[in-house]
């Protein structure tokens, strides 16, 4: 069964989609950037603070899910500087521990939102009981 999760704490959507979709046992997070609740870029021009900011709203996403950064199966990294990588990575070792997914790195001419350096999309495996 398809059901949408939106994360009343993040800014709404500005296109047509929600936060995330659980379709059976996987969580599918649409791309979290690097903003805060009026859509305001977190971080200036400091990839690493951005990447800070998109994993903790990664996590409330997947808090509004009933799921933990632990469930996360994979992800997507766009970075508008391949520079970037190190900080961004920095950030998401900070948020798994020791948890790794499987993972992508795409380096892109830019993001939706202005300023923005850094975005993740994010697949998470759900167990039934959830």
Request: hydrophobic content about 40%; proline content about 5%; overall charge negative.
């Amino acid at each position: 069964m398809r059901q949408e999760i939106r994360a009343e704490r993040l800014h709404p959507p500005i296109g047509h989609y929600t936060d995330a979709v659980r379709f059976g046992d996987l969580l599918h997070l649409s791309g979290c950037g690097p903003t805060n609740e009026q859509l305001e870029v977190v971080g200036g021009d400091d990839a690493g603070a951005q990447a800070r900011q998109v994993y903790a709203n990664i996590g409330t996403v997947l808090e509004a899910a009933g799921a933990r950064p632990q469930d996360v199966l994979s992800v997507t990294t766009y970075l508008t500087d391949p520079a970037d990588a190190a900080a961004v990575d920095r950030a998401k070792r900070d948020f798994f521990g020791d948890a790794r997914t499987a993972s992508a790195t795409v380096v892109v001419a830019a993001l939706v939102v202005p300023g923005a350096k850094v975005e993740v999309q994010a697949v998470a495996g759900l167990p039934g009981d959830r």
